[in-house]
T-cell receptor, first 117, second 112 residues
């Protein structure tokens, strides 16, 4: 099946710094990618929809200036957490749609564990 | 997007069949039903998808009644490694937006 990778797998940073997380579709082109956040023992929460070549669509309550999304190519979307604070510590997961796979074609990355000190 | 309701948790023993039911009363005509599995600190993994009646693959079966207001994921002969959270999602996965909204999921705990 289609493979989605994320980098880094985990990152620890100081409060106030910015962190960039990459999401790549390795063997297919993804016009749409999605970013989720998951806190411990909770479900995945959709943050935004990333569209190649256009602005991301953010879910209600998600600050677009804090979580910058860039989908510059059909295989890469990046999420930048700007001026990170301890409350931004979470598990960030991306997914990508492979329309060529038909209706079951949404595949998830392995996730990135962000810890802000 | 149709809302889904699942049991928060279930317990089972190795070798048993496990059935997890999901309610989705507001499912739309174009919606498909998809189940994902998630282990701790990993991304969700696709298990099975269906539209109506029954679908079976190498790891699970999915039963969908005629009214499609619910679905049941069936895991045959579970093992300890099947301990995970299982999510039921409903949506038009091939549609324009294609976004997924996750519910609470069901934490399945398999004991020896």
């Amino acid at each position: 099946g289609a493979v989605v990778s994320q980098h880094p797998s985990r990152v620890i940073c100081k409060s106030g710094t910015s962190v960039k997380i990459e999401c790549r579709s390795l063997d297919f082109q993804a016009t749409t990618m999605f970013w989720y956040r998951q806190f411990p023992k909770q479900s995945l929460m959709l943050m935004a929809t990333s569209n190649e070549g256009s602005k991301a669509t953010y879910e209600q309550g998600v600050e677009k200036d804090k979580f910058l999304i860039n989908h510059a190519s059909l295989t890469l979307s990046t999420l930048t957490v700007t001026s990170a604070h301890p409350e931004d510590s979470s598990f960030y997961i991306c997914s990508a749609s492979d329309r060529g796979q038909g209706r079951d074609g949404q595949f998830f990355g392995p996730g990135t564990r962000l810890t802000v000190l | 997007l149709a809302k889904t309701t699942q049991p928060i948790s279930m317990d089972s023993y190795e070798g048993q069949e496990v059935n997890i039911t999901c309610s989705h009363n507001n499912i739309a005509t174009n919606d498909y039903i998809t189940w994902y599995q998630q282990f701790p600190s990993q991304g969700p993994r696709f298990i099975i998808q269906g539209y109506k009646t029954k679908v079976t693959n190498e790891v699970a079966s999915l039963f969908i009644p005629a009214d499609r207001k619910s679905s049941t994921l069936s895991l045959p002969r579970v093992s300890l490694s099947d301990t995970a959270v299982y999510y039921c999602l409903v949506g038009d996965f091939g549609g324009a937006t294609n976004k997924l909204i996750f519910g609470t999921g069901t934490l399945l705990a398999v004991q020896p």
